[in-house]
């Protein structure tokens, strides 16, 4: 993402529609003097998202879109990252698919975390489905994303060993501490090419 590199920091918008754990790390992250993103904008389709709060402490400016119509959600979406001159969009915990119009739109700016070793797990619920299946590792992806779910091009993997008494809810905790550091490391990944 060579283009988007130079002495001032890429501005970032981060997608949520709940606790923002991912977001916090992100913030966390930008504030860094090393870091190549400033998050500039929080955008989520859930007005009740407790990551909105963590915005609002950092006083970074968010939006809410109820979602109710996607194309025109969507089309406002695109003119308030372009106001703000946005050249990266995080997903994180984002629950609404976006559309491939879109994704053309912010082609190859658009990064996504997911709690599984993809390309296996896509899509919800990935933790039960991991342990229904016996799996001895599961883990986190950070990826591009293109207009297939959970499938563009993967930046960054950690595994996580799955103990034999592991629950869905102990592997999500334990899956979501690396995904803090792995977001992280992906974008430094992106803007080092
Ligand atoms: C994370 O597990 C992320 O991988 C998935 O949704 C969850 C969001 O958690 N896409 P949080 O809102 O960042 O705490």
Redesign the pocket.
Known sequence: MAQLTGPKKTKCAVF?S??????KALIQFSEKKSSPISVELIISDNAKAK?LKFGKAFKISNKVFNYKDKISNEKNIISELKNKKIKLICL??FMKILSKDFIKNFNGRILN???SLLPKYKGLNTHERVLINNEKYSG?TVHFVNSRLDSGKIILQKKVKISKDDTAKSL?KK??AQ?HKLYPKAIKKVFSR
């Open positions: 949520i709940g606790t923002g754990s991912n977001l990551g994180a915990g975390i997911h709690p986190c999500a899956i979501l995904e």
